[in-house]
C-alpha cells in the first residue's frame, strides 16, 4: 500500500514556552487577517532509532504517530530549508518500519535494528493564522507534552514533560516566520534548544558520546587543526544527503554531487597533506559516485530549464512540441534517478562511505599536516590560484576570440572548475582569517556561478538540437529555435558578466590575506 501523503518540505520554528504563556492574538501582524481555532488533538508518538540513536544523531526523526489529522509513519529529513517530510500509513505491524523507510536509511543504520527509543504523548491545541483570502499561512502548535524513555543498561526509565510551541508555514513564506518571532517573544517564548521533541525527550541520552567543541583554529597552529573539521563536515554533509536521494527530494543529487565535488577537491587541493596510498583511491572512487550522480543532475536540470524556457518563449499551446520534451526529459530524468539510487545500493558505494568515515574519524596525516596553518594552507591556496590565472589569461588571450565557439565554451568551463577549486580550498580558511578570505570565497562564488550558468546554457543548446528532428516531425519548430536563440543571446550577456565579476574577484586587495 502506497502513502496518500506526498513528500513535503516542513518549514516551522520551535519555542520553548513557560507553562502561564498566554498564545498571542496576532493583531496587527502584516497578512494575518484572522485566527481560527483552537482545534484539539491528542496524539501518540513512537519514535524508532538504533541503539546508538545514529538517526537522531543525524537529523533524522523516525516515528510511528496514532492521532490528529495525519497519522501514519512520518520519517522527517534534514535539509538546508527546513525538513523533507514523508508520509506512509500506520498499517497493522505497530513496531516493524515499512521497508522504504528502512532503505531510506540504510546508510545511517547499517544492519542495526530500528526499535523504539521513546513514546511522546502531546496535547495539542492548533490555530490556523489565516490571509484576507481565506487561506491558511501558518499554523500555531500550542503542545503539552509528556515523554517516556524505555530503561536500558545505561539509563533508568524516564517521564519527562514540558510546553513548546510549533509554528509552520503552509502557504506563507518565511518571511513570516521572522515577524512571528517578534510576537511569540512578547508572549514570553524562546527559540527551543532542540531540534525535535525527540532530540528534547531524549536528554542525557542525545548527548551522551555527542562530539566535544573543538577550539577554533589559529594561523601558527598545525594545518591539520583546520583540514581535519573541513573533511569531517564534508563527509558528514555527504551522508546526510544519502536519505535524501533516496526519497527523490528536491535538488538532492545536486546537494549530494556538490559534496561529493567538495571531498574530490579538498583531497586533490590539500594531497600533500594526507597519505597519498589512502586519499588518492578515494579520490577515484568519489569520481564514480560523481558520475553516477552527474546523469540524474544533468537530466534534471535539462528537463527543468527547457520546461521554464519554453514557456517563457511560448507561453500559448505549441502544438505537441512541449508534449514531446516534457515526455523525453522526464522519462530519461527518472530514468537517470533510479540508476543514481541504485548506485547506493551497490556494496562498491557503501565500502566507499565506510572508507570515508574512517577518513574522517582518523585522516592518514603525512608529517606536512603539521606545519603551520599560515605556512602550508595558505601556499596550497595560492597554487590553486595560480592555475586559475592561468586559464583566465589564456581565456583572454588575443588570439582567442578567432578560436571557435565550442572551444571558448571548453575554455569557459574549464575556468569555472579552477575558480571551484579555489574556492573550496579557500573555505575552510574563512575561520582563520575572516572577513578578507570570506571576501575572496564571495568573489569566486560569484564568478563561478555565473560560468556555470553559462555552462547549462551550452548543455540545453545541444539538446535543442537533438530535439529539432523530432519538433520538425510533429510539425513544430519555432519554438524550439526561439529558445535556442534566446539561449545564445543570454550565453553571451553572461560571457560580459563574467569578465565583470572576474575583474572585482581577481582585485589585489582580495588576495591580501594570501601573502
Do not use: N
Amino acid at each position: 500500500m502506497t502513502s496518500t501523503h506526498p513528500d513535503h518540505l516542513e518549514v516551522e520554528d520551535t519555542y520553548e514556552v513557560p507553562d502561564s504563556a498566554q498564545v498571542p492574538a496576532w493583531t496587527g501582524v502584516e497578512a494575518v487577517a484572522a485566527v481560527h481555532g483552537p482545534t484539539e488533538h491528542h496524539l501518540e508518538a513512537t519514535y524508532f532509532d538504533t541503539h546508538d540513536l545514529a538517526l537522531v544523531r543525524a537529523g533524522v526523526t523516525l516515528r510511528r504517530r496514532a492521532g490528529g489529522d495525519d497519522a501514519g509513519w512520518h520519517l522527517k529529513l534534514p535539509t538546508r530549508r527546513g525538513r523533507h517530510e514523508a508520509h506512509e500509513p500506520l498499517g497493522r505491524a505497530v513496531g516493524a518500519v515499512p521497508k522504504p523507510y528502512r532503505t531510506a536509511v540504510r546508510l545511517l543504520t547499517r544492519g542495526q535494528a530500528l526499535t523504539p527509543v521513546a513514546t511522546v504523548r502531546t496535547s495539542r491545541r492548533d490555530y490556523e493564522l489565516v490571509a484576507e483570502d481565506g487561506s491558511v499561512l501558518a499554523r500555531l502548535s500550542d503542545d503539552r507534552v509528556r515523554a517516556e524513555l524505555p530503561a536500558d543498561e545505561r539509563f533508568e526509565a524516564e517521564t519527562r514533560t514540558w510546553r513548546e510551541w510549533e509554528l509552520e508555514v503552509v502557504t506563507g513564506d518565511t518571511e513570516l516566520l521572522r515577524r512571528a518571532a517578534v510576537v511569540l517573544a512578547d508572549a514570553g517564548a524562546h527559540p527551543a534548544a532542540w531540534q525535535s521533541k525527540l532530540a528534547r525527550a531524549l536528554g542525557d541520552r542525545y548527548h551522551a558520546g555527542a562530539v566535544p567543541q573543538r577550539p577554533r583554529p589559529r594561523p601558527k597552529g598545525p594545518a591539520r587543526d583546520v583540514l581535519g573539521p573541513r573533511l569531517a563536515a564534508l563527509v558528514e554533509d555527504l551522508r546526510r544527503c544519502d536519505p535524501l536521494v533516496r526519497r527523490g527530494a528536491p535538488d538532492a543529487v545536486h546537494r549530494m554531487r556538490v559534496a561529493v565535488r567538495r571531498l574530490r577537491s579538498a583531497l586533490a587541493t590539500f594531497r600533500p597533506l594526507l597519505d597519498r596510498e589512502v586519499s588518492e583511491p578515494l579520490r577515484e572512487e568519489l569520481r564514480w559516485l560523481g558520475r553516477r550522480l552527474g546523469e540524474a543532475r544533468d537530466a534534471e536540470v535539462l528537463r527543468d530549464r527547457l520546461g521554464t524556457g519554453l514557456a517563457r518563449v511560448a507561453p500559448a499551446p505549441t502544438g505537441p512540441v512541449r508534449q514531446i520534451v516534457e515526455d523525453r526529459l522526464g522519462a530519461r530524468a527518472d530514468a537517470a534517478l533510479t540508476r543514481a539510487q541504485d548506485g547506493l545500493l551497490e556494496d562498491r558505494y557503501f565500502a566507499l562511505m565506510d572508507a570515508l568515515q574512517s577518513l574522517a574519524m582518523a585522516p592518514p596525516w603525512s608529517g606536512k599536516a603539521e606545519a603551520r596553518v599560515r605556512k602550508v594552507l595558505r601556499r596550497r591556496v595560492r597554487h590553486d590560484w595560480k592555475r586559475l590565472v592561468d586559464r583566465v589569461a589564456r581565456l583572454q588571450a588575443p588570439d582567442e576570440p578567432r578560436a571557435g565557439v565550442q572551444q571558448r565554451d571548453r575554455a569557459l568551463h574549464e575556468v569555472r572548475k579552477a575558480a571551484k577549486r579555489v574556492r573550496y580550498a579557500a573555505e575552510p580558511l574563512v575561520e582563520v582569517y575572516g572577513k578578507p578570505a570570506e571576501q575572496f570565497v564571495t568573489g569566486l562564488r560569484r564568478v563561478q556561478s555565473v560560468l556555470g550558468e553559462h555552462h547549462d546554457i551550452q548543455v540545453v543548446r545541444a539538446e535543442l538540437l537533438g530535439l529539432d528532428e523530432l519538433a520538425a516531425a510533429a510539425g513544430s519548430t519555432f519554438a524550439l529555435g526561439a529558445l535556442y536563440a534566446r539561449e545564445g543571446h543570454r550565453a553571451d550577456r553572461l560571457e560580459q558578466r563574467f569578465a565583470r565579476r572576474w575583474h572585482r574577484a581577481s582585485r589585489g586587495r582580495r588576495r591580501s590575506w594570501l601573502v
